[in-house]
Every structure is written in structure tokens, then in C-alpha cells.
């Protein structure tokens, strides 16, 4: 028998985790084609994460905590203040960016610790940590 922990639908939590972020980039992508979308919006996307114990990259603590990845696809440098991350389709302000620029192709790594550091000068942290059965997961415009 593995070690692998396993999602509540019986898969390896890694598999659930893409499965998780392949939904998370469609939905992006559907919505970023619908007309009515502004087109004045950066194109920034969460473009990855690891979850679910399986996040091999440190933070400054040294924990091995969740992250996730936002990349602009835009040919144009974008600022991420006012933006938000969240986990929560009932609260899309839940965890607030503070001014960072992402040049075009830049990625920025945001850890999913519950740990709520915002300091731009430094490794930032969710105030939420993702939950390794699978939940909601968003990018939020400040638009809402």
C-alpha cells in the first residue's frame, strides 16, 4: 500500500490536486472569454499549486506548507494590489495582494500557509490554508 494520502474520491491527493487545478485554470478561461469580462484586466491566472502535503518548496520558516502560483500571460506588466485570493465562493475578498508588479511571463509564488503575510518585500502567505479533499479556489479581479 502507498503512503500517498488519498483524496475522498478514492485518487492519490496529487492527482486530486490537478485534477483541482486544470478545473480552476477552465473555469478562468471560460470566463475570461465571455464578452461581458472587462478587457482592461491583466490576463493573470493561478497557473499552478502544490497541495496537499506534497509542496516541496519551503517557506522562510522552513515549513513545507501549500502554494500557489499567479502568472501573467499578458504582454504587459500588471500590479496585483487589490487583488485577492480566496477559498471561499462566499467571501472573494478573503485574502488581499498587496502592490506587486508581475512583468509580462512573471510568476509569483503566494504560500497557502494560514500564516497572512502581505509584506511585499517578502515571501507572502494566505490567511487560509487548502484543504487537501479539494475546495474552491480563486483569482478575484478587483472588480470582484
Known sequence: ????????????????????????????????SDPRTPTAMPPLFISELGASGLADIPDED???????EVTNFGAKPANLAGWYLTDSFRNLARWRFPQVNLAPGQRLLVFASGKNRRDPSRLLHTNFKLNDRGEYLALVQPDG
Not at 490537478?18 to 485554470?25: D, F, H, N, P
Not at 522552513?62 to 500557489?68: A, E, K, M
Request: hydrophobic share 60%; proline share 3%.
Open 1 to 32: 500500500m502507498s503512503n500517498l494520502t488519498q483524496s475522498r474520491f478514492g485518487l492519490p491527493s496529487w492527482v486530486f490536486a490537478i485534477v483541482l487545478a486544470v478545473g480552476a485554470i477552465a473555469c478562468l478561461v471560460v470566463a475570461r
Open 62 to 68: 522552513g515549513d513545507q506548507v501549500d502554494w500557489i
